[in-house]
Structure formats: C-alpha cells, structure tokens
C-alpha cells in the first residue's frame, strides 16, 4: 500500500499526471455519485452522469470535466460554476466568444 502511495506521489510531483484532464475515476464523490446513476435508479443516464461531472468540475476546480459532458449544451453553465468556485471570471474566456461565453459569465456573476 505505502509503495502505490509513494509511486502516486512521485507521478504527481514529476508532472506525469495532467491537471488539465479529468482523473479517470474521479474523487470518492464522483464515483458515489456516478454509481447512484446506474439502471434501476431514480436518477439513471446520461443526464445523472453529466450531474456528476458539473459537481466534480466546481469541487475539483477543473474545466476538463465540463469538456467531458455528454450534453455539450451544458458546458457553458459548467464553466461559469467553476469560475465561480475559482473566483476568476476569466474561466470563460476559454470558451468560444459569443453566447456560451456569454451565458458562462452570467453564471459566474449570479
């Protein structure tokens, strides 16, 4: 157990993970959560998942989850809650100029 915790910290401090991608398995919550989304629940499918995922992104502080919806519609909302949860409304300048950027910003001021 100490060897994969230590093999786990030396990838982190070499860079070898990547900040800017999701964590394939994502934080114990992620995984509660996307669990909770299977066949047979109240809350099952895409659109659970996709729940999951804007959660994920705001406690993670990370926009790859948002780049990660199935329902790309959603990104916009995704990106202005982390830039909510960052407290930097320039977030959303990484989204296309217009009304995803647009509606990013309303979501970061409100």
């Not at 999951?52 to 919806?69: G, H, I, M, P, S």
């Amino acid at each position: 157990m100490r060897f994969l915790l230590l093999i786990s910290l030396a990838l982190l401090i070499c860079g070898c993970t990547s900040p800017g991608q999701p964590a394939a398995s994502g934080s114990a919550n992620y995984q509660r959560c996307a669990n909770q989304c299977g066949g047979g629940n109240a809350g099952n499918g895409t659109f659970c998942l996709d729940g999951c995922r804007v959660q994920e992104a705001e406690d993670a502080k990370n926009t790859a989850w948002c780049d990660a919806l199935d329902n790309k519609a959603n990104r916009p909302s995704c990106y202005g809650i982390v830039a909510k949860a960052v407290g930097d409304r320039t977030v959303c300048d990484r989204l296309p100029e217009g009304t995803e950027r647009n509606y990013c910003v309303s979501i970061f001021g409100s």
